[in-house]
């Protein structure tokens, strides 16, 4: 296998990249400007030594705890439950909340083997205690699985007294946080339903 169609393989694996795309990229890089090579490369392999999670919170940081769980302006009564890192950025992106986050790292998915266990939800219960949360608003994806695991944090959370609310509004049904745009992020974080274990 030659470099080029090493590397061409190596980008076809990247979202959203099809095969013609990868060998339209490699092309491009061949002719592009050595620094510029030099730099992507270096900023590729920097990421993964830089960037980790958070201990508090599990977003993806480059000092831990992260600037949004030392942030003493954040609204600390309130904990924002999402899939993944990226569901932060896009929730931040919508100017729409002051509270803090809690990254789950998945979803209940009993067909992927899945269980609560495998997901950061004592840490979560630790924080309930640790900072006096009020409001727990679970936003997770609208897919079963979202909602099942919404369900199980409803119930979990209902018995310690907690006050719950569901991210809804203007999601589309099986879709996903991380591609809505900003304006219904907003608005469904305006427009946020509580939750009971009751429904
Ligand atoms: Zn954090």
Do not use: F, W
């Amino acid at each position: 296998m030659t470099i080029l169609d090493s590397l061409t393989e190596a980008l076809s694996r990247l979202p959203g990249i099809g095969k013609k795309s990868a060998v339209r990229i490699a092309y491009y890089l061949l002719q592009a400007d050595s620094a510029y090579n030099e730099r992507l490369a270096t900023e590729i392999r920097e990421l993964k030594n830089r960037i980790r999670r958070c201990s508090v919170c599990g977003n993806y940081t480059e000092h831990d705890p992260c600037d949004i769980c030392t942030d003493p302006s954040r609204d600390r009564a309130t904990i924002c439950v999402v899939e993944q890192p990226q569901d932060v950025a896009v929730l931040e992106a919508s100017r729409e909340y002051r509270g803090l986050y809690h990254v789950l790292g998945g979803v209940i998915s009993p067909i992927d083997g899945v269980g609560p266990e495998d997901l950061s939800i004592s840490t979560l219960v630790g924080r309930l205690h640790e900072e006096g949360v009020q409001e727990v608003i679970l936003a997770t994806n609208p897919t079963v699985e979202g909602d099942t695991t919404a369900l199980y944090l409803v119930r979990m959370l209902e018995k310690r007294g907690v006050k719950t609310s569901r991210l809804a509004l203007g999601l589309p049904v099986g879709g996903d946080i991380e591609y809505a745009d900003r304006l219904t992020i907003a608005r469904s974080l305006r427009g946020r339903t509580p939750l009971s274990a009751d429904e």
